[in-house]
């Protein structure tokens, strides 16, 4: 049998597909059903920032303050029950995921800010999680916040956690860096266990009728999973963080692909929710048959095999085939 084993955050995993976060590992039963596919491990769905602050204040006061001034605006946020779970809820969950699996059980907390409300990540690892995910998702819209300040106020969040718990904590980082490379450097000395490559940017519609912001929500394909192989394959064996993929793994070559470039684990996501749990048994069927066929031995064979690491120039290699593409297209 194809040996699939692999590290990520320091857990040893049977096989490195991971049931991303999602509203799937949200129910009790269903994250019952992801371990019983084969999940070698479960993120939880993320607890907001804004969340934990409305909670603390105990309404959604600061959303309503000018809801007269500015109804059409308000459209862009979530109203507090339209929350999937609130922070006493969510830990609650995650007591009981981790009571009910045998799994590793990953929380994730998504925010921007140094505030107090990082303290909640010492409350999911008092909870019995295994380890954190952070998913650190910001659109930077202030004209007079610089490029440095966006990625200080992400250090100093990572600092913060890494100073509260003692389990592993990834970083889920969005692709909108100047320098993507030099963010993960800094992560990786910061203290982050791993980077998850990448956040998805959601883009929201405007209904000019309604005078309403509309939520649009488009799963992924395997084709956002080419932005993903490049920057694998760019850091890894260049920072001591695991690396994992997330966002456009949809069969089991996408995760050769991304086990190639230097993930360490695969999360999926998309798949699952067109298909079901069950999935996940199809997903690990592919990789070890792929594997098998062309003579693997084990997945560490193949693990960064298609890195940059190799090439003695990554910047030449990049260069190189940029201009290899715009050249070699023919008009019919």
């Known amino acids: 049998m194809m040996d699939l084993s692999t590290r990520y955050l320091g ?13 799937l590992s949200a129910d009790l039963d269903t ?25 603390e204040a105990g309404s959604e006061q600061h959303m309503r303050a000018h809801e007269g001034a500015h109804a059409e605006a308000l459209s862009y946020f979530p109203l507090a029950d339209d929350y999937a779970m609130g922070p006493d809820r969510y830990l609650e969950h995650v007591r ?24 909640y990540a010492r409350l999911i690892q008092d909870a019995g999680a295994d380890a954190l995910e952070l998913n650190l998702y910001h659109v930077a819209t202030d004209p007079a916040e610089s490029g440095v300040a966006v990625e200080q106020r992400l250090l100093d969040v990572v600092r913060a956690v890494k100073q509260s718990v003692t389990i592993p904590v990834a970083v889920k980082i969005s692709p909108f860096f100047s320098s993507v490379a030099n963010v993960a450097h800094q992560l990786d000395q910061a203290g982050a266990d791993g980077l998850v490559i ?6 929201p519609d405007i209904d000019p009728d309604a005078l309403a912001a509309v939520p649009q929500l488009h799963l992924s394909d395997s084709s956002e999973l080419l932005l993903r192989l490049r920057w694998l394959a760019i850091l890894s ?15 089991g070559v996408d995760a050769v692909k991304a086990i190639m470039a230097g993930a360490h684990a695969v999360q999926v996501v998309a798949v699952l ?29 193949a693990q960064g095999s298609m890195s940059l690491l190799r090439c003695p120039d990554p910047e030449a290699f990049e260069r190189g085939n940029y201009m ?8 019919k």
């Open 324 to 331: 290899k593409i715009l050249q070699t297209w023919q008009v």
């Open 96 to 119: 009981r995921v981790k009571a009910s699996v045998r799994v590793p059980v990953m929380g994730s907390l998504n925010g921007t800010t140094a505030a107090g409300w990082l303290g």
């Open 273 to 301: 929710l067109k298909n079901g749990p069950r999935h996940l048994a199809r997903l690990r069927f592919e990789l070890s048959h792929w594997l098998e066929e062309r003579e693997y031995e084990s997945l560490a064979q």
């Open 31 to 55: 994250v019952r059903r992801l371990e019983d596919a084969g999940a070698a491990a479960i993120i939880l769905p993320s607890l907001f920032e804004e969340q934990i602050a409305a909670d």
């Open 237 to 251: 064996g260049r920072i001591r963080a695991s690396l994992a993929a997330t966002g456009g793994v949809h069969t």
């Open 198 to 203: 990448f956040n998805r940017f959601y883009q």
């Open 11 to 23: 857990f040893a995993l049977p096989h490195p597909l991971i049931a991303g976060a999602s509203p």
